[in-house]
């Protein structure tokens, strides 16, 4: 198995592309940014490796984002490869015209839902709007369910559902080497955005920390990220970010107690700051995550776009499973 690093100037940073070609198959889990500078690094990273991009017989995408799918239409019309994705995410990356609109449509009405002022919403539209390429040419999408197996060169590679950061977020688990390929469902640095990188998933924070439980479940040896270098220690990981969330939503109620009922983008000024670019709609996607998730459990209270406490000094441990491990996996380098 080889990595190769593309380069990302609008999300994350680098995104990873993961070879599997230690055997008659050409195998990649996930594909770049659709820029043709990115498509040309892809290209000669994979010669590098001895492979020709016409020669790629599959891949194994863990969710539709641009900067994980992009790349995915290009190397399908070079090579034939089969596409696989999520059902949940398969029509956006198909390039569905009726869910790509409908996703656009819940995008602006979650934009007005969370209190965006008008000329932020402008600004944002257009962001999203200049950025669109980024998801490339759309292609024939194979979609698979959780539990799914895919047989790579002697690996079986099991699909595991990890919804959250996305609708149909998939991890790629090979039980034999220990080892899952995740995307997006942990990161070694910062916690993957929830809330607004997929407007489509209900209950956002409530589906991820389900997720979490079920990576600390799975418990590879090594998890091989979206972004970043290799993950050691996944279960960790998954733990520290979930306590991450206790601590947002600590956070989320002092402002609620400090502010009175405010609307998800006000919270998100109040944590974040001004905001720019992609983080417009992450910060106040985030916020409105944490928010709905108090009033899922009785907390905080929804009047029009803002939402009020409703118990002054709530318990917040108690709205979280606990992960019962201790360990504290942060980002070192
Ligand atoms: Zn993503
Ligand atoms: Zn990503």
Known sequence: MHRIRLDNTVFEGLNNVYVLDDGPELVLIDAGVALPEVHEQLTEELAALGHDVADVDRVLLTHWHSDHAGLAGAIQSA???????????????????????????????????????????????????????LGGEPCEATPFVDGDRFEVNGRTLEAVHLPGHAAGLTAFHDAGADEAFVGD???????????GADVRVDDPLGSYVASLLALIDLDPDVAWPGHRD?????????????????????????????????????????????????????????????????????????????????????DVASLFPDPGIDRVVEWEG
């Open 79 to 133: 090579s034939g490869a089969t596409i696989h994705v999520h059902e949940a995410d398969a029509p956006l990356v198909a390039g569905d015209e009726a869910s790509l609109l409908e996703e656009r449509d819940l995008q602006a009405e979650k934009f007005r839902e969370w209190g965006m002022p008008d000329d932020r919403r402008e600004e944002l539209s257009e962001f999203l709007g200049d950025h669109m390429d």
């Open 185 to 195: 469902a942990i990161l070694p640095k910062y916690t993957p955005n929830v809330g």
């Open 230 to 314: 290799r993950i050691d220690d996944p279960a960790g990981r998954a733990a520290t970010i979930l306590r991450h969330h206790v601590e947002r939503t600590r956070n989320v109620v002092d402002v609620l107690r400090r502010e009175g009922p405010s609307t998800p983008w006000a919270v998100s000024a109040a944590l974040f700051g001004d905001l720019h670019g992609i983080h417009v709609l992450h910060g106040p996607g985030e916020a409105y995550a944490h928010l709905d998730h108090l009033a899922d459990h009785g907390v905080a209270e929804r009047d029009g776009t803002r939402y009020a406490l409703v118990d002054d000094d709530p």
